[in-house]
């Protein structure tokens, strides 16, 4: 029997994930508490989600279980040992602002967990293919101090630099920088996975994902930047842009074409492999841009507010740099693009409001 076990399936990642693999392995185990609502409130409640996974994919079996739990964790990958051949680790707390207000939880959930993940993994199936859902948080700020120029309705990188053509790739170093205590305990994760790679010889890769979306976000103010934003364009509800002139640029990479990366990697993996994965030069906006793009498709002006005060670390000019990911898995390319992602989101949003 083959069995792919996701982390976090509820979330944005792991159901896309559910939903990916179901047809290429015989079961899909999913482990997932629903802590998003402990960290974001209700809004941000998967049961939705879960409901949903259980209702739709008849492979798909669910566990209430803590990552942070070491012997849950270990009892359910001894229930399957070496039929588990995936490993898709997508449960996080993955808001900046969240972690500075409780860096206990935040390291305990995304730097422990991973290596309850991982341990369990090398006692239970060492090989199997563990993915890891990393962020370029790891870079910390240092993306800020690159040679950035202000246009209209964007930052953009002087065009005379390396990065200009495809965007950032992974020999930006992730030392000496203001990470946020989130991009630290990511740091500490992916390089955890990285070295059960290189290590242990495990096949283990790290996907440092920028703006990761689509229609089953369940976006929040603290995290979910694109399907937030379409939920105050639809109800009115009012949206705070913080700093930056409102010209911060983010990739936006949707939930399937990550999880399409994912399923290439497995196909031929490698040890302790880093790739950088957003939407790159292909799909990219900014906040002023995005607002807009939000007013084309509902048809009506939002309702925001713009304060000076950025968020601590916040990056003013993020485009991912696939090109390395491109190089070894040449069959993969984006299925979406920024309006392909937005129109879904809408479409999803709308039946929710």
Known sequence: ??????TGSSGLIGSESVGFFASKFDKIVGIDNNMRQDFFGADASTEWNTKKLLETVPNFEHHNADIRNEQDIDRIFAMYGNDVKLI?????????????????????????????MLEATRKHCQKAVFIFTSTNKVYGDTPNYLPLIELDKRWEIDESHPYFKDGIDEKMSIDQTKHSLFGASKVAADVLVQEYGKYFGMNTGVFRGGCLTGPNHSGTKLHGFLSYLMKCAITGEKYTVFGYHGKQVRDNIHSWDLVNMFWHFYQNPGQ????????????????????????????????????????????????SDVSKFKAHYPEWTWKYNINDILSQIYTATSQKN
């Open 1 to 6: 029997m083959n069995i792919c076990i996701i």
């Open 88 to 116: 898709v680790h997508t449960a996080a707390q993955p808001s900046h602002d969240w972690a500075a207000s409780a860096p206990f939880t935040d390291f305990t959930v995304n730097a422990n967990g991973t290596l309850n």
């Open 272 to 319: 302790g492999e880093v790739y950088n994965a957003g939407g790159g030069r292909f799909s990219n906006c900014s906040m002023a841009e995005a607002i807009e793009m939000c007013q084309q498709i509902t048809g009506k002006p939002m309702n925001y507010e713009y304060t000076e005060a950025n968020r601590i670390g916040d990056h003013i000019w993020w485009i």
